[in-house]
């Protein structure tokens, strides 16, 4: 027998899903933005390699090693990643003065201009999504999302 008050009482499960349904729409739907802020027209970069563009953007002269411990990638998937950017011409790559077996990593002048390509159309995407939200929701927001990152992060996560 079910009764009224039962139908409306949202359990945490529910939230839960609720929540993850959201997540993944506004995921679907920066994408979108991003696409149309692009114009449409396909990247020349797969995601994980503009990932990492836009590491060594951010890190100029930094190591492939620097790399893998920050994305927590494989080796052997971080060194396929920077193959590609080498031969694409978006990273250069000089020997590391204080260890010779390692090579500096930093964006060609088209790696610049692709990043900021890519920057500016995020930018427009997360502008629209952010419209209408004071400072103090954006702090909040702010907030909630990096304490949603840290549990994740976490690598012994409560029971």
Not at 63 to 87: C, E, M, N, P, T
Not at 105 to 123: E, I, N, V
Request: proline fraction near 6%; aromatic fraction near 2%.
């Amino acid at each position: 027998m079910s009764t009224k008050s039962e139908k409306t009482t949202t359990t945490a499960g529910d939230l839960h899903d609720e929540v993850l349904e959201s997540l993944q729409a506004l995921v679907f739907s920066l994408k979108g933005q991003l696409r149309h802020s692009l114009g449409e027209q396909p990247l020349a970069l797969a995601p994980m390699e503009l990932r990492a563009l836009q590491f060594f953007v951010r890190h100029p002269g930094a190591s492939q090693r620097d790399l893998v411990q920050h994305s927590g990638r494989d080796k052997a998937q971080i060194a396929r990643l920077i193959k590609s950017l080498l031969d694409s011409g978006h990273l250069q790559a000089c020997p590391d003065p204080e260890d010779r077996r390692s090579q500096r990593l930093s964006p060609t002048p088209s790696g610049l201009a692709l990043h900021k390509q890519l920057h500016q159309a995020r930018r427009q995407a997360l502008a629209r999504s952010l419209t209408g939200l004071d400072a103090g929701e954006l702090g909040q927001l702010l907030g909630l999302l990096k304490r949603l990152r840290s549990n994740l992060s976490d690598p012994h996560p409560p029971a």
